[in-house]
């Protein structure tokens, strides 16, 4: 048996010319995303403005409209299966939304037109809101069901109140797009 053979000697290579520049890539969102993904901010202050004070409201009294439609027998109307598909729709975007902005979220995520998803989020609620109330108020009538009539009433009237709401934060989310667009 024959011993092992060592390896050759390293040969020396020359040094070779070594560039003094460093050039790093790093994408914004991978940078924007580490540096501010530690900690959840809170903004107390946004309830004390009209738009959050708008939204708190809209959440109420959205939830008291669909609670005063679920518990009748809509489902036999399809006129209040269409009130209850938008004021269910909207009022969880709507604390969607809430929970957006109370968390300053939309700061971390850059990418998004926040003010733009704002504006076309509350053009769209006031649009189908307005809809659906008008087909609530113009459902409800005692012949058609005369022990659901105070529910479908009620529904109603805060159905429109809700869209009032929603008309004002569409008002103030276009003050903000438009604000951004002129900038």
Same mark, same amino acid.
């Given at each position: 048996m024959e011993p092992p053979v060592p390896p050759p000697p390293p040969q020396e290579q020359p040094p070779r010319p070594r560039s003094h520049t460093v050039t790093t890539t790093s994408s914004s969102?991978?940078?924007?995303l580490s540096a501010s993904s530690s900690t959840l901010a809170y903004d107390r202050e $946004?309830?004390?403005? =009209?738009?959050?004070?708008?939204?708190v409201t809209e959440i109420v009294?959205?939830? %008291?409209?669909w609670t005063l439609i679920a518990g009748t027998e809509y489902f036999l109307y399809p006129a209040f299966g269409w009130v209850m598909f938008v004021a269910v729709f909207y009022w969880v975007l709507t604390v969607f939304f809430l929970i957006i902005y109370m968390t300053m979220t939309y700061t971390r995520i850059p990418q998004v037109p926040w003010t733009t998803v704002g504006l076309c989020?509350?053009?769209?609620? $006031?649009?189908?809101? =307005?809809?659906?109330?008008?087909?609530?108020?113009?459902?409800?009538?005692?012949? %058609?069901?005369?022990?659901?009539?105070?529910s479908w009433a009620a529904?109603?009237?805060?159905?429109?109140v809700v869209t009032s709401c929603y008309a004002g934060n569409t008002y103030f989310s276009f003050i903000s797009w438009r604000s951004r667009t002129l900038q």
């Open positions: 969102f991978t940078a924007n $946004f309830l004390r403005t =009209l738009p959050g004070l708008l939204m009294l959205g939830l %008291l409209v989020f509350n053009g769209s609620a $006031f649009i189908l809101y =307005l809809i659906a109330a008008i087909v609530d108020a113009s459902s409800v009538t005692k012949e %058609l069901d005369s022990h659901n009539y105070n529904s109603s009237f805060f159905a429109f």
